[in-house]
């Protein structure tokens, strides 16, 4: 089975809502990254968080190693954040190597 | 954050032929990677790369992909030769370990 299930697959918001981007995996974990994919192609690293909460501007991530999940909180969304949120796992063999879930797209409408 | 950059942006190649993909990463990492993405699917690993070695890579990397970092240079994905199903976007990331940064990816199209 998939090692990382990324939920819901896509998402419609108005401007101004809260979203809340679910990431679970089934594996053993050493770190968790979210990533957000333009509609061009280009990654941008979100967050690096392996375990805890972190907070960057309107984003927050939550990593529960425990409860094997990971969620992705966007506060106050607006058409700019449209596009699709990637969850990726590093498993604790350390390699580096990251395994990707198949996204989340937002589409945020003004 | 940190620049990763990727040459060419877009390379269009007929089937048996070579290809080199050419990734600028971040100045200080140490660790590098690629990653294929066919277009709608899932981003996938192939290889990483460390002092000089492939420490890990996955079923796509196939016999006739090669990696590598001639002094410091470029980070390099070669293929060769190429065939139709290796038509997808190529990442190229790097670490210093941890936290891996992206570049914007090469567009490749095997006619």
Request: proline share 5%.
């Amino acid at each position: 089975g998939q090692q990382v299930q990324q939920s819901p697959a896509s998402l419609v918001l108005q401007e101004g809502e809260n979203a809340e981007l679910q990431c679970n995996f089934s594996t053993s974990l050493n770190s968790m990254q979210w990533f957000y994919q333009r509609p061009g192609g280009s990654l941008v690293s979100l967050f690096y968080n392996p375990s805890g909460t972190k907070h960057s501007g309107r984003l927050t991530s939550t990593t529960v190693i425990k409860e094997r999940r990971s969620s992705l909180h966007i506060s106050s969304s607006q058409t700019t954040d449209s596009g699709t949120y990637l969850c990726a796992l590093e498993r604790d063999t350390n390699t580096g190597k990251l395994t990707f879930g198949d996204g989340t797209v937002l589409t945020v409408k003004p | 954050g940190p620049k990763v950059l990727q040459i060419p942006s877009h390379q269009i190649i007929d089937m048996g032929q070579m290809v080199t993909l050419n990734c600028d990463p971040v100045s200080n990492h140490l660790y590098f990677y690629w990653y294929k993405q066919i277009l709608g699917q899932q981003m996938e690993f192939l290889v990483n790369f460390y002092n000089g070695k492939v420490m890990e890579k996955s079923k796509l990397f196939k016999d006739q992909f090669s990696v590598e970092r001639p002094d410091g240079s470029y980070f390099t994905l070669k293929i060769q030769p190429t065939a139709l199903e290796d038509s997808a976007v190529y990442f190229c990331a790097s670490s210093s370990p941890a936290e891996q940064f992206f570049g914007p990816g090469t567009r490749l199209t095997v006619l």
